[in-house]
């Protein structure tokens, strides 16, 4: 498995960062379009509003959104690609499974979020000023980064198990990869937040560790205490990566059943 | 060909691919408000309305309504000469397309034309009613008018779109740089971040681009700014730089077809 899951490696890490020179693009890419979306909002804050704050408050944002970001489109549409480029019913026939093929692309989409968010912390440094990280809680941010990833797989699995079964296309989830980041809590303070929108996201197993990343990165305190946060988190995001292994192996169990759905290209 | 017999044909083909992918037509209505929300949502989350106000002279719903609009406008109607040349690489259809009989140059010129209709899609579902909930009747008028000066800025975006087809496809062919092109575009638009309060360098370089003078009367206009002396000015500006380079994006293009009846056609 770990000889599959290092081709897998190879293969997608020099076709991501050495072929064309695409981590370069890809940077370049990436930081201009943060910069469209961020740069604005500098507009609402006032004088008191330091930049370095401001910039570490849009590098936590960031943060979190690129990592639904990379679950959406690394992990979850992956799938799809397989499905356009006729893949993935080799994947399927092989008997490999999808481990060594996730175990490959996985540190791949790690090493680009370094990236990208090396390339923000400079783009944000040039054009608002150094922002100011302060790891409150090292332990909290551990578990916070350990949750967030258990959710993004989960939230993965879901997605890309209804993609591959119902043949859902692109902008389907270019929609859902903007709207969830806001409707969990992903992007700002559960503490600035309306009521109803607290409520909802406090009911979703995202809101947890972006709220924990938060606190550990910026010091700004949960709304629910912190030991609840780290143990309701912690539960909620081991039932649903449970849930959504249950959910893509009945996705699996219905194509190997009815066959691949034919999905439009893009 | 005639230019007209294209524009049918491209007019055909657009509303046939509009009604056809559903979840596209849904977007086109979601999508303004998805950008809106998103923007408001971090904004207010850290900073004030009052603040807001005070450096665009708009109301932050409709400055942000506005901006998602225009950027969508443009993308809706430039985007697909953009990628033209790359999507026929990759559907195997550029062979043909580079025999056939059409010029390659009104070609390109006539593909935006058909999606100005999307324009006109999105903003009566965008700005139309999120104008009439603020300003009333009133309100309807003014989107109607924000349309009609979208429109026209797509039109502008035509000729400086042609030359960066053309060119990005003779140089590299790399759908990488058009992704970098793309927001770089929307950013020297200075529809979320008005462009007299860019550095320098930014400011310049969105002079350059003509659409970016018509965003520029559109912020005027929702700041009650616009007089006729500056309403003349902007568009007269914007349409000398049309004019400008129209010879460069027939150029660029040719440059492209001469590389790819010299070269063939290659496949990555």
């Not at chain 1, 979306?37 to 959104?65: C, H, N, Q, R």
């Not at chain 1, 026939?93 to 990236?115: D, H, Q, R, T």
């Not at chain 2, 975006?157 to 042609?162: E, G, S, V």
């Not at chain 2, 590389?259 to 290659?266: A, H, I, L, N, S």
């Amino acid at each position: 498995m770990i000889r599959k899951a290092l081709a897998v490696f190879k293969a997608y890490f020099l076709s991501d960062f050495v072929r064309s020179s695409g981590l370069l693009y890809g940077l370049l890419s990436m930081s201009m379009w943060i910069l469209l979306f961020i740069v604005p909002m500098s507009l609402f804050a006032g004088p008191d509003v330091k930049g370095e704050a401001f910039s570490a408050y849009a590098f936590t944002a960031v943060l979190v959104f690129l990592s639904y970001n990379m679950a959406t489109w690394d992990w979850a549409a992956e799938l799809r690609w397989l499905i356009n480029r006729g893949m993935l019913e080799y994947v399927i026939a092989s008997g490999a499974g999808f481990i060594p093929l996730y175990s490959g692309i996985m540190p791949v989409s790690l090493i680009w979020m370094g990236f990208s968010l090396t390339a923000i912390y400079v783009l944000l440094t040039l054009v608002m000023g150094q922002p100011t990280l302060i790891v409150v809680d090292s332990l909290t941010l551990a578990i916070g980064l350990a949750m967030l990833i258990v959710v993004l797989l989960g939230y993965a699995l879901i997605l890309g198990g209804t993609a591959i079964s119902t043949g859902s296309v692109g902008p389907v989830m270019e929609i859902i990869s903007w709207i969830l980041p806001i409707a969990t809590g992903g992007l700002t303070p559960l503490r600035n937040v309306p009521e109803v929108l607290r409520r909802i996201a406090l009911a979703t197993p995202f809101s947890y560790p972006a709220e924990l990343i938060r606190y550990s990165l910026l010091g700004i305190k949960p709304v629910v205490e912190l030991n609840y946060a780290i143990t309701v988190g912690a539960l909620y995001a081991g039932a649903f990566m449970l849930i959504a292994i249950a959910y893509f192996k009945l996705q699996i169990r219905k194509i190997l059943k009815e066959g691949i759905k034919t999905i439009s290209m893009y | 060909m005639w230019f007209v017999e294209i524009l049918r044909a491209e007019y055909k083909l657009v509303y046939a691919e509009m009604f056809r992918r559903k979840s596209m037509l849904v977007m086109m209505f979601l999508y303004p408000y998805v950008l809106t929300g998103f923007t408001l949502f971090i904004g207010y989350s850290f900073g004030s309305k009052q603040v807001f106000v005070e450096r665009t002279g708009v109301a932050p719903e409709i400055f942000m309504i506005t901006a998602s609009f225009i950027i969508l406008s443009m993308l809706a109607s430039i985007d697909d000469m953009i990628w033209k040349p790359l999507m026929d690489l990759w559907h195997g259809t550029l062979p043909y397309i580079i025999a056939s009989p059409v010029s390659r140059v009104m070609l390109y010129a006539a593909i935006p034309i058909p999606r100005l209709t999307a324009v006109i899609i999105i903003g009566s579902t965008s700005i139309i009613p999120v104008y009439a909930l603020y300003y009333g009747l009133n309100g309807l008028l003014t989107s109607l008018i924000i349309i009609g000066l979208a429109s026209l800025g797509a039109v502008f975006m035509i000729t400086p779109a042609m030359v960066i087809t053309g060119l990005v496809n003779t140089v590299g062919e790399s759908w990488r740089v058009i992704n970098v092109i793309r927001p770089v575009f929307m950013i020297l638009l200075g529809a979320y971040y008005p462009r007299i309060l860019m550095p320098i360098a930014g400011l310049i370089a969105s002079y350059a681009l003509p659409p970016s003078h018509i965003v520029e009367l559109i912020q005027a206009f929702l700041r009650n700014a616009a007089s006729t002396l500056n309403t003349l000015s902007l568009i007269g500006i914007a349409t000398a730089l049309f004019v400008i380079y129209a010879p460069g994006g027939s150029r660029s293009i040719l440059l492209w077809e001469r590389k790819k009846v010299k070269e063939g056609v290659k496949y990555d």
